[in-house]
């Protein structure tokens, strides 16, 4: 039986580049040593950090001016690093979910923390509007998409002060205008990579604004200089994500991944709406095109374990949603194919019908 992997992160990449990894591991570039035991400084493996660099820039566009950096740590660490880089006396923060909140959490150790606006009220199911945002703040920080709750902010917002954005699971999912931003980092394990390397894309200019001293490791422009070769680099993960950039690129870049991104949400989410044992959990102008949630209505609520179970047999995984919203996710990344959303939308039909 076909499996369709619908987890929300480490979530599912395109057979070629699991396999073109996998080979790596077992001999790299001809070389007869592993991908995993080579040096990161050896001749054969620099020009690997160098392409996905500039495939990221192809892809995206990136202006002249900004670098991209693969680091370790996840975007839990890059939370601590953006307000040790930019934070001199006041951050605004749009809290969107427990990411963003983590994200405040961590800002409040270096100065002043804002949240300009917050749908913590309706337990994050709608993505804020009409908020101010303070101009005299040093920038103003967004999580683009949210795994949890199923929203996304699929737009560049125009800031008066600098913007960053954790962008960890929508990032290549769509074209995205770089140059409003000074930062943008996240996991790599949704859309990019495998899990164990961070990207950040960073506007070298803002860097350096800060009076405090940085420890060495957390400074961007540590590794700005050193080309993300300061330490070790996740040398296997990188490698991944460059079989996926050149697989992106193959497959028709950031506007075809947008546009299947569009036709696998029009799949699922018209059979969620459609379906009368099934709801939507979050509000339908901020409904996310990656991590599509929903629940049974309140009158079939039992049936939820069941349907879990019947979903796990006709091949489903990782359907389940996390416990902060309960229900039911399917993650639909770059690497989901149509024929993945026209199976789980089978499975709901034929649910359905049994009750």
């Known amino acids: 039986m076909k499996k369709y992997n619908f987890n929300a992160g480490p979530s599912i990449l395109p057979r070629e580049v699991i396999e073109q990894t996998a080979a790596a591991c077992l001999d790299f570039d001809n070389s007869g040593l592993s991908l995993m035991e080579i040096s990161h400084r050896a001749k054969n493996f620099q ?197 996926n950039l050149r697989y992106i690129k193959a497959h028709g870049g950031v506007v075809a991944m947008d546009k299947l991104a569009k036709q696998r949400a029009e799949i699922v989410y018209g059979e969620i709406d459609r379906n009368k044992l099934f709801v939507g959990t979050a509000e339908e102008d901020s409904r996310s095109l990656m991590n599509l949630t929903f629940v049974l209505k309140p009158e079939y609520q039992d049936l939820q374990d069941e349907f879990l179970a019947f979903a796990t047999e006709k091949g489903m995984v990782g359907v389940k949603g996390h416990r902060d919203v309960g229900g039911f996710r399917a993650s639909c990344y770059n690497a989901m194919s149509i024929e993945g959303c026209e199976a789980l939308v089978a499975c709901m039909k034929e649910f359905e019908a049994k009750h």
């Open 47 to 243: 020009p690997v950090v160098d392409e996905a660099e500039a495939l990221m820039k192809e892809l995206l566009d990136i202006p002249e001016g900004y670098k991209v950096l693969f680091l370790g740590g996840g975007a839990s660490l890059e939370f601590c690093m953006v307000p040790y880089n930019f934070l001199e006396k006041k951050a605004a923060y749009l809290n969107t979910g427990v990411w963003a909140t983590k994200a405040m959490k961590e800002a409040k150790l270096f100065g002043e923390v804002v949240e300009i606006a917050s749908s913590a009220d309706k337990n994050f199911t709608y993505i804020p509007k009409n908020y101010t945002i303070p101009t005299d703040a040093d920038y103003l920080h967004i999580t683009s998409n949210n795994t949890i709750y199923g929203t996304e902010i699929r737009y560049d917002i125009d800031s008066p002060v600098p913007l960053i954005a954790d962008m960890s699971s929508d990032f290549l999912s769509r074209p995205i205008d770089v140059s409003k931003y000074a930062m943008i980092y996240g996991g790599a394990q949704k859309n990019l990579a495998m899990a164990g390397v961070t990207f950040v894309i960073v506007k070298e200019d803002a860097l350096g604004k800060v009076s405090r001293q940085i420890p060495t490791m957390l400074d961007y422009r540590t590794h700005v200089k050193k080309g993300s070769m300061f330490n070790t680099p996740p040398v296997v993960p990188i490698y991944s994500a460059l079989m």
